[in-house]
């Protein structure tokens, strides 16, 4: 059986997920949902095999370990600790990641 990650979502996280929602919502609302939860899904697929995604290019600027996953436009940045998995950030691929 493959090994369970515990997925914890960051405040930063979860402010650019509603950030993302009001701005979908704000053209069509239908859609913000369906992406939102299409992203709520991509996100706990993280629980196995969080290992599968690739570094991060910006690891060698930070100093860290971090992967991303994309969805559509989308970069979920996150970082893995013991059993855990932290999803730092959501941020559209042409945006520069900060922290």
Known sequence: ???????????????????????????????AKKFIVELEEKIYSLDTSPE???????????????????HDKYRLIYKIDHDSVYILRIVHGATLLEF
């Open 1 to 31: 059986m493959p090994r369970k990650f515990k997925i914890h979502l960051t405040r930063n996280a979860q402010d650019d997920l509603d950030h993302i929602f009001f701005y979908i919502a704000s053209d069509n609302l239908n859609n």
């Open 52 to 70: 599968r995604c690739p570094y991060i290019a910006e690891n060698i600027f930070f100093g860290t370990n971090y992967r991303h996953l994309i």
